[in-house]
T-cell receptor, first 110, second 113 residues
Framework: RKEVEQDPGPFNVPEGATVAFNCTYS??????FFWYRQDCRKEPKLLMS???SGNEDGRFTAQLNRASQYISLLIRDSKLSDSATYLC???????????FGTGTSLTVIP | EAGVVQSPRYKIIEKKQPVAFWCNPI?????LYWYRQNLGQGPELLIR????????DSQLPKDRFSAERLKGVDSTLKIQPAELGDSAVYLC???????????FGPGTRLTVL
């Protein structure tokens, strides 16, 4: 079983749609969780951190469910510029366990 | 403020040749990471430095890969000899003391022929 699993997609959604991605992780001792965005042939960039209490930044909402060991990203009112690959990151600092998911590809269609 | 700098951006070599990648992290960042990213995959951590100390190199294929960060600032990742399967993008990232965000460089795209 992979440490972190994501649905690779692709997700093709119309502008204005709401789309959600999930990322499951296997290590219950994981401590830090993030969503990164990666544009084609570019480096990953931090989109947002994920907290147990939930985290919202404009149209983006991230949630952590420790009991079921998954994190989620919700994008509301999708824009063309949201088209990218979204990577989840799960970290256990004590054992230096850093895992990126394979990424979920999103294309927002006009 | 300058971001993470990597060079070269692209490298094409024949198998069995050596290759080296260089990374200069953001000024003041004491944590430095080297990742490898294959097409369609997420980045895979190779080695993590805290200042000049490699705190985790368990994922580094030590038979052919080596890395150093002698003065705790810039770092070099070397492959010798390169194999066909080493073709990938090699990403360097740095982070500050809070370790909450990793800032990535543009990467070096390696092609081994």
């Amino acid at each position: 079983r992979k440490e972190v699993e994501q649905d690779p997609g692709p997700f093709n959604v119309p502008e204005g749609a709401t789309v959600a991605f999930n990322c499951t992780y296997s290590n219950s001792a994981s401590q830090s969780f993030f969503w990164y965005r990666q544009d084609c042939r570019k480096e990953p960039k931090l989109l947002m951190s994920v907290y147990s209490s939930g985290n919202e930044d404009g149209r983006f909402t991230a949630q952590l469910n420790r009991a079921s060991q998954y994190i989620s990203l919700l994008i509301r009112d999708s824009k063309l510029s949201d088209s990218a690959t979204y990577l989840c990151v799960v970290i256990e600092w004590g054992r230096n366990q850093f895992y990126f998911g394979t990424g979920t590809s999103l294309t927002v269609i006009p | 403020e300058a971001g993470v700098v990597q060079s070269p951006r692209y490298k094409i070599i024949e198998k069995k040749q050596p290759v080296a990648f260089w990374c200069n992290p953001i000024s003041g960042h004491n944590t430095l990471y080297w990742y490898r990213q294959n097409l369609g995959q997420g980045p895979e951590l190779l080695i993590r430095y805290e200042n000049e100390e490699a705190v985790d190199d368990s994922q580094l294929p030590k038979d052919r890969f080596s890395a150093e960060r002698l003065k705790g600032v810039d770092s070099t990742l070397k492959i010798q000899p390169a194999e066909l399967g080493d073709s990938a993008v090699y990403l360097c990232a740095s982070g500050g003391l809070d370790n909450n965000e990793q800032f990535f460089g543009p990467g070096t795209r390696l092609t081994v022929l």
